[in-house]
C-alpha cells in the first residue's frame, strides 16, 4: 500500500528560526512530490513539485529535497516569519497509479514573533 | 490568470437529499480531480479525469457518489441519497497531464 507519513503532526518555533518538515513515503516508483500549504478553512496551495529525476527545487526562502532511496522529502523554510504559520502537506503520485495525489496527514506550524 | 473555481463554497443539506458540487479548472488543463478533506481521514482521492480517458473513479466510497465532466471542462460531483459520515470539505483540482496540480477553494459539505 503507498503511504505518505509526516513527523511532526505540529510544529511550534519563534520567529526567524530556519526550519525542516518532514516526509516519508513508501514506495520508490515515485513519480513526483509536491508540498502545499493550507490556511485554515482555505484551499490548498501549491509551493513546489520535484520530479522523480530531481533532487531539489527551490522557490524563495522554500527549499524542497527528495531522496527516492531512502524515501523521505523535506522542505525547508528560512528565516521563518509569522506569515509561514499554516499546515503543511506533501504529496506523492506514482508511476504505476494514475496521477492521483497520495497526501501526508500534514503539520501544522505555529511560528511565533 | 484565473484559478480553479467551485461552487456552492458551502452547502448544508438534510440527510437523504442529493448534492451537486461543481469545478471549473484552469482552461487548458486536460486533467481534472475530485478529493475529499475530512476530519477522521485527512485529504483522500476520489476521482480523475484525463482527456477523454475513462475516468479512474478508484477513489469513491460508495456508489452515491459520481462524477462527470462535460466537453472536457467543467465536472460535477454528485452525491445521491447524502449521509451525516459525508460531510467534508471537498476540493477540485486540475493540471495540465501529469504535471503539478492546482487547487480550488473547496466546497464545505455539512450533512444534518
New interface residues.
Given amino acids: 500500500k503507498q503511504e505518505v507519513t509526516q513527523i511532526p503532526a505540529a510544529l511550534s518555533v519563534p520567529e526567524g528560526e530556519n526550519l525542516v518538515l518532514n516526509c516519508s513515503f513508501t514506495d520508490s516508483a515515485i513519480?513526483?512530490l509536491?508540498w502545499?500549504r493550507q490556511d485554515p478553512g482555505?484551499?490548498?496551495?501549491?509551493l513546489l513539485?520535484i520530479q522523480s529525476s530531481q533532487r531539489e527545487q527551490t522557490s524563495g526562502r522554500l527549499n524542497a529535497s527528495l531522496d527516492k532511496s531512502s524515501g523521505r522529502s523535506t522542505l525547508y523554510i528560512a528565516a521563518s516569519q509569522p506569515g509561514d504559520s499554516a499546515t503543511y502537506?506533501c504529496?506523492a503520485?506514482y508511476s504505476n497509479a494514475?496521477?492521483?495525489?497520495?497526501?501526508g496527514?500534514?503539520t501544522r506550524l505555529m511560528v511565533k514573533p | 490568470g484565473a484559478g480553479v473555481s467551485q461552487s456552492p463554497s458551502n452547502k448544508v443539506t438534510e440527510k437523504g437529499k442529493d448534492v451537486e458540487l461543481r469545478c471549473d479548472p484552469i482552461s487548458g488543463h486536460t486533467?481534472l480531480?475530485w478529493?475529499r478533506q475530512s476530519l477522521g481521514q485527512?485529504?483522500?482521492?476520489l476521482i480523475?479525469f484525463?482527456g477523454n480517458s475513462a475516468p479512474?473513479k478508484s477513489?469513491l466510497p460508495s456508489d452515491r457518489f459520481s462524477a462527470e465532466r462535460t466537453g472536457g471542462s467543467v465536472s460535477t460531483l454528485t452525491i445521491q441519497r447524502t449521509q451525516q459520515e459525508d460531510s467534508a470539505v471537498y476540493?477540485c483540482?486540475s493540471?495540465r497531464?501529469?504535471?503539478?496540480?492546482?487547487?480550488?477553494?473547496?466546497t464545505r459539505l455539512t450533512v444534518l
Fill in positions: 513519480y513526483n509536491q502545499f482555505k484551499g490548498l496551495t501549491s513539485l502537506l504529496a503520485t494514475g496521477n492521483m495525489l497520495t497526501f496527514g500534514g | 486533467a480531480y478529493y485527512g485529504l483522500e482521492f480523475y484525463q479512474d477513489g476540493l483540482a493540471s497531464s501529469y504535471n503539478e496540480q492546482f487547487f480550488g477553494p473547496g
